[in-house]
T-cell receptor
Framework: AQSVTQPDIHITVSEGASLELRCNYS??????LFWYVQSPGQGLQLLLK??????LVQGIKGFEAEFKRSQSSFNLRKPSVHWSDAAEYFC????????????FGTGTLLAVQP | DAEITQSPRHKITETGRQVTLACHQT?????MFWYRQDLGHGLRLIHY???????NKGEVSDGYSVSRSNTEDLPLTLESAASSQTSVYFC??????????????FGPGTRLTVL
């Protein structure tokens, strides 16, 4: 069955430090992978997505993610975290080809220390 | 600007009452989705629609229904609200996919409390 695992429920980093949020997926075919961010009291905003091609994907707000098929992973990274990056981050896998359905992970809550 | 809106943003209701949450998008997207967000579960799909008169059950559809009479709206109805349906509800839309999965655009959410 398709699934997405985000092993870290809560992460705290210092402002200016680097960040890596982990995401592992289980899906039999070529996955379509997404990272969304949710600020407090807000809806979800797309950070980046991977469909095919270059396995290193650039997104908004200075984020990037790398697709590693051998590890079934799609980890999100940022070289220098800003206080405004404090939010909840969700990894998702698109299933069913053109059906546009998404399966979400349980999310990682990021706190940023001054 | 095109957008997706949800109303109400907050709702308190009593067990057994019927509740309808509205979702309206102005992108002219064919695909619309309803999710619920609960601590420890992330977002789970309730119902979805690929166009007018089309509706499909998602992962957690029991106790919920939707109808799609036009492209812009997909209201979510709780037939008889239960305390287990206390949650934050998100609506999303996406253009029709052609061989791939398109980005879903999310509304701001509705926080529903069932007492």
């Amino acid at each position: 069955a398709q699934s997405v695992t985000q092993p870290d429920i809560h992460i705290t980093v210092s402002e200016g430090a680097s960040l890596e949020l982990r995401c592992n997926y289980s899906y039999g075919a070529t996955p379509y992978l997404f990272w969304y961010v949710q600020s407090p009291g807000q809806g979800l905003q797309l950070l980046l997505k991977y469909f095919s091609g270059d396995t290193l994907v650039q997104g908004i707000k200075g984020f990037e993610a790398e697709f590693k098929r051998s590890q079934s992973s799609f980890n999100l990274r940022k070289p220098s975290v800003h206080w405004s990056d404090a939010a909840e981050y969700f990894c998702a896998v698109g299933v069913g080809g053109a059906t546009n359905k998404l399966i979400f992970g349980t999310g990682t809550l990021l706190a940023v220390q001054p | 600007d095109a957008e997706i809106t949800q109303s109400p943003r907050h709702k308190i209701t009593e067990t057994g009452r019927q509740v309808t949450l509205a979702c309206h998008q102005t992108w002219n997207h064919n695909n619309m989705f309803w999710y619920r967000q609960d601590l420890g579960h992330g977002l789970r799909l309730i119902h979805y629609s690929y166009g007018v008169q089309d509706t499909n059950k998602g992962e957690v559809s029991d106790g919920y229904s939707v109808s799609r009479s036009n492209t812009e709206d997909l209201p979510l109805t709780l037939e008889s609200a239960a305390s287990s349906q206390t949650s934050v509800y998100f609506c999303a839309s996406s253009p029709s996919g052609t061989g791939g999965t398109d980005t879903q655009y999310f509304g701001p959410g509705t926080r529903l409390t069932v007492l």
